[in-house]
């Protein structure tokens, strides 16, 4: 019968795999070593690992000691040194694809915040011990966490209780599920008692502070009795490097283990290792190969099958289906008249703008007495969106709340009064071409096309009123022009081709004071052209929009080179999200402070967003 063979004379059995183990000893007493030697053993059998590392020293396990030839197939996710990267929101994705397919894997959280650790691990563990409780995944898995002090604290920090809670029950229940673990710490104080108390396996190596010798009794008290209590820990601060103690009351049989080992030398590399003053450092030379495509393959059928079991997903399935449904019953419903079909018709073959634009000065037309007085109100309260539909011959008007009342006059005189004559759309510009898509993605003909030539910009110095409308000026005025709905101060440099100046904040103060746009005074304040705005902006070019505005981005000299090759890998994905190290991969760039300069303003100038799943082009560049 195969063992886990430990030392000369001490060996464990396959069941190993599914018991909680905690190793405690200082720093450099020989911990890591011993349980790489545990694990190596695993795979050795053909069982199912999974090592969580939070500093990134696990990495070598994938060569030999020697660095010559290769170590364990285990696939290493984030890292300096990971086959595939790492997403703070990936630990559910990750614990569906380590039970689904069954792969050893390696995660390395070196490169996580404490409070990306906690999101990371809370998803993952969670999401670990929930899927093993199905009886078709309960196949023996062994998760080997280093570090574990860091997560399963004694004292948690806020964000922290989830983790400690998903640990707590994988220690304590996860072997009626197959899950066995293996615990890791030199500060055995600060590991949670919970996690520690709830051992099967107590393994200890040289310690030498109070505290920690303190915290083993908490163990030893539960577990063991005060006559091989006081042989240990007697021991403990004298103990050689890699001599360790294997106790377990009542395991593998009645007889229990209590016994002082050698461990064996690992076979793979020890990455972990500090080299020795005037050592030089082996890299290895070679590393076990691993199927990253079959890998990528297992990982998209991970998401399918996750996606279709996902209450979630069926769920915004059936939203979307009845979405399509309504908008195919709009789709079919009879037009009241020919003229409100013909209305309809205008409406599509003109932008918003210019119709909205026409509607104001029909009303304003036919009647001057009182709008004119709720002119001068108006640009004071959030732009009121106007909107007059031809209906059997009358007119209905759909206005804010603010102003119901005060237009309810209006409209008993407009039923007096005979119907406005018809409306006549003046195009400003030609509409825009439709992005070709043939051979790539409209993102790609963005980037691929050269950059359309720009209008002859109207002459500086125009004046109306109190202020004079510049090239700037009538830039902000136009983005607003072409967005009722209006635009936050960021999507209007956007649209506007600028960035934030002295220049600029004068430019909103001085439209703002002369009641040519308005805030909404929110937080996050969007803005909006008032009536006198688009009287004084007149007739305008358009600025680009979409595809042409990411053209207009890639192609001026707005950007630096660094985060106009974030924004092109960026917009070739959409519309998925990637994450940081895929776009500094795909952009041949490295982890530094520029590339960090130039994440944060592409953010900031609202270019691309952040999402769980990685960075996306804004929708304001689609």
């Not at 705005?533 to 890639?554: C, I, K, M, N, Y």
């Amino acid at each position: 019968m195969k063992r886990l063979v430990i030392a000369r004379d001490f060996s464990l059995p396959l069941d190993t795999v599914t018991q909680s183990i905690a190793i405690l000893a200082k720093r450099r007493a020989g911990k890591s070593y011993t349980a790489r030697r545990i694990v190596e053993q695993l795979a050795k059998a053909q069982l199912q690992t999974v090592i969580v590392d939070p500093k990134g020293d696990w990495w070598g396990i994938r060569s030999s000691a020697d660095g010559k030839s290769p170590g364990l197939p285990v696939t290493i996710l984030g890292g300096a040194h990971g086959d595939l990267p790492l997403e703070v929101g990936a630990g559910e994705l990750v614990a569906k694809l380590v039970v689904f397919e069954c792969v050893s894997v390696l995660l390395d959280l070196s490169n996580f915040r404490k409070k990306e650790v906690a999101h990371f691990m809370s998803d993952f563990l969670e999401s670990l011990y929930r899927l093993k409780a199905m009886e078709q995944y309960r196949s023996p898995v062994m998760l080997v966490v280093d570090e574990a002090d860091a997560i399963a604290p004694q004292k948690p920090y806020s964000g922290e209780e989830r983790m400690l809670g998903a640990i707590e029950d994988i220690v304590r229940r996860g072997g009626q599920r197959g899950i066995g673990s293996l615990c890791i710490t030199q500060r055995s104080a600060v590991l949670n008692k919970n996690v520690l108390t709830q051992t099967q396996v107590l393994v200890t190596m040289r310690t030498i502070a109070p505290q920690d010798l303190a915290a083993m009794k908490a163990w030893i008290d539960a577990h063991g009795t005060e006559d091989e209590s006081r042989v240990m820990m007697t021991s403990l601060p004298s103990l050689k490097t890699g001599h360790a103690w294997f106790w377990s009351p009542g395991w593998p049989d009645e007889n229990g283990i209590f016994k002082l080992v050698e461990v064996l030398p690992i076979a793979t590399f020890d990455s972990g290792a500090t080299p020795k003053p005037g050592q030089r450092r082996i890299e290895p030379k070679h590393l076990a190969e691993v199927d990253l495509e079959a890998l990528r393959r297992q990982m998209a059928e991970t998401i399918e099958k996750a996606k279709a079991d996902d209450p979630r997903e069926l769920r915004r399935q059936i939203a979307e289906l009845q979405k399509q449904l309504a908008t195919q019953a709009k789709s079919e419903r009879p037009e009241v008249t020919v003229r409100t079909r013909e209305f309809a018709e205008k409406l599509k073959t003109s932008s918003f703008q210019q119709g909205a634009a026409a509607e104001r000065r029909q009303i304003a037309h036919t009647m001057k007495p009182l709008l004119r007085e709720c002119d001068k109100r108006l640009s004071k309260l959030l732009p009121i969106s106007v909107k007059i539909v031809a209906a059997d011959g009358g007119y209905e008007a759909e206005l804010g709340r603010e102003v119901a009342s005060a237009i309810s006059a209006a409209i008993e005189m407009l039923d007096k009064t005979a119907p406005l004559p018809a409306m006549e759309f003046q195009p400003l510009g030609e509409p825009k071409a439709a992005a070709a898509t043939v051979g790539g993605s409209v993102r790609e003909a963005a980037i691929s096309q050269p950059p359309r030539q720009p209008r002859q910009a109207p002459p500086n110095g125009a004046v109306t009123g109190e202020i004079k409308l510049d090239k700037l000026r009538r830039a902000i005025l136009t983005a607003l022009a072409q967005h009722p709905k209006g635009l936050r101060r960021a999507q209007i440099l956007l649209h506007a081709n600028y960035r934030p100046s002295g220049d600029v904040s004068t430019a909103f103060a001085d439209l703002t004071r002369n009641d040519l746009i308005v805030s909404s005074g929110t937080a996050n304040s969007s803005f909006y052209i008032t009536r006198p705005g688009l009287e004084a902006l007149g007739p305008f070019d358009p600025l680009p929009v979409g595809s042409d505005l990411l053209r207009q981005l890639l192609s001026g000299t707005k950007l630096a080179k660094v985060e106009r090759a974030i924004l092109e890998e960026v917009a070739r994905a959409y519309p998925d999200a990637l994450p940081r190290a895929e776009i500094l991969s795909r952009a041949n760039y490295k982890p530094s402070g520029d590339v960090s300069t130039a994440f944060s303003r592409l953010r900031r100038y609202d270019y691309i967003v952040h999402t769980p799943s990685g960075f996306k082009l804004a929708e304001e560049l689609v």
